[in-house]
């Protein structure tokens, strides 16, 4: 099972910016797929972005064009640059890495509140 540590949530106004990383400590990490998911109160586990080892990428509607999901494969790190936030996108959001068996890691969580 990979170990997945995420940083960089906290408290931003609407309109602002936030970086999640989520660091990976496999050897195997340029061959697993990685992605985001969040999780508002009473609400599913929604995802957000994803992108496989080869780079291609996929968002959900509501974050496109505001989000961008990339992978740093030589330091192990995916990240979500989250731009033009609104307050619906406060949740905590999931680090997750699929490996090529299919099998899900997942990571601790890191809250995103956008309030003002």
């Known amino acids: 099972q990979v170990q997945l540590v995420e940083s960089g949530g906290g408290l931003v106004q609407p309109g602002g910016s936030l970086r999640l990383s989520c660091a990976a400590s496999t050897s195997a990490f340029s061959d697993n797929a990685m992605g985001w998911r969040r999780q508002a109160p009473g609400k599913q586990r929604d995802l957000v972005a994803h992108i496989t080892n080869d780079g291609r990428t996929v968002y959900e509607d509501s974050v496109k064009g505001r989000f961008t999901i990339f992978r740093d494969n030589a330091k192990n790190t995916v990240y979500l640059q989250m731009n033009s936030l609104k307050t619906e996108d406060t949740a905590v959001y999931y680090c997750?890495?699929?490996?090529?068996?299919?099998?899900?890691?997942w990571g601790q969580g890191t809250q995103v509140t956008v309030s003002s």
């Open positions: 997750y890495a699929v490996n090529s068996r299919g099998s899900t890691s």
